[in-house]
């Protein structure tokens, strides 16, 4: 693997301490703010809203304001490497192949999904569905969702840590990762660090964390038609 020395700015080591600790005391608290906004949140649109302005909203400031770098040496950018591609659409196959579908006809799983029968009012009433409206906005926003999970992850956190501290930096991001699952069936918490672990390395490699975004965000439009399929078959 590549250093990622050519993605950050030459600013020196203490520069780049000041930022390890930054991201290491900002990232602490919004995964603090979180896990507890997440259990009380109220509609969709709420949930969606404080999500972002906490996710991108805040780290962006952070970068652009406070460490005075730009959003490219935090994964902000479309990183490199066909490779990293191909990487991507062989993990996701197999995600669908050995644990999505599996997972999709467990009782668990099938009352949880799809995420957004969680959330009321949903467009204003529940969520249907077999409704091809209430599918699309539910896909496509929460694919904004996940644009913003995965910059504060795989870009602000690993990426800021990563600086200093090195590969201990992938089981940290990890670890808030699985943290802020909590509420979800049991099995997919446990999964999440392990999925965090994947896609951290996958986002060092890319020099990026779209791929791990769209990694992310197919997986969870393929598990939703899984729930659906098992259910209306």
């Not at 991201?23 to 995964?31: E, K």
């Not at 490219?72 to 490199?80: A, I, L, N, R, V």
């Not at 930096?169 to 069936?185: N, S």
């Amino acid at each position: 693997m590549k250093s990622l020395s050519d993605t950050t700015a030459p600013k020196g080591r203490n520069h780049d301490r000041f930022i390890t600790l930054g991201v290491a005391i900002t990232g602490a608290l919004i995964v603090a703010a979180l896990w507890r906004f997440n259990q009380i949140a109220g509609g969709y649109e709420y949930y969606i809203t404080g999500n972002a302005i906490a996710l991108f909203f805040v780290p962006m400031v952070v970068i652009l304001l406070v460490f005075g770098e730009e959003p490219s040496s935090f994964g902000f950018g479309t990183g490199e490497s066909r490779r990293v591609r191909w990487l991507t659409l062989l993990i996701f196959c197999v995600l669908v192949v050995v644990i999505l579908l599996p997972a999709s006809r467990l009782t668990s799983f099938q009352e949880h999904y799809p995420i957004f029968k969680q959330f009321y009012p949903f467009r204003g009433g529940a969520f249907v569905e077999t409704d091809l409206r209430d599918l699309l906005y539910a896909q496509i926003s929460y694919g904004m969702y996940m644009f913003f999970w995965e910059f504060f992850f795989r870009g602000y956190l690993l990426f800021g840590l990563f600086r200093t501290i090195r590969w201990p930096a992938v089981v940290i991001q990890a670890l808030a990762f699985g943290l802020l699952h909590y509420g979800k069936p049991s099995l997919e918490i446990g999964a999440s660090f392990g999925a965090g672990i994947i896609l951290g390395m996958l986002a060092l490699r890319a020099k990026s964390f779209l791929p791990c975004f769209m990694l992310h965000w197919s997986a969870s439009i393929a598990f939703d038609g899984l729930i659906i399929a098992s259910r209306h078959g």
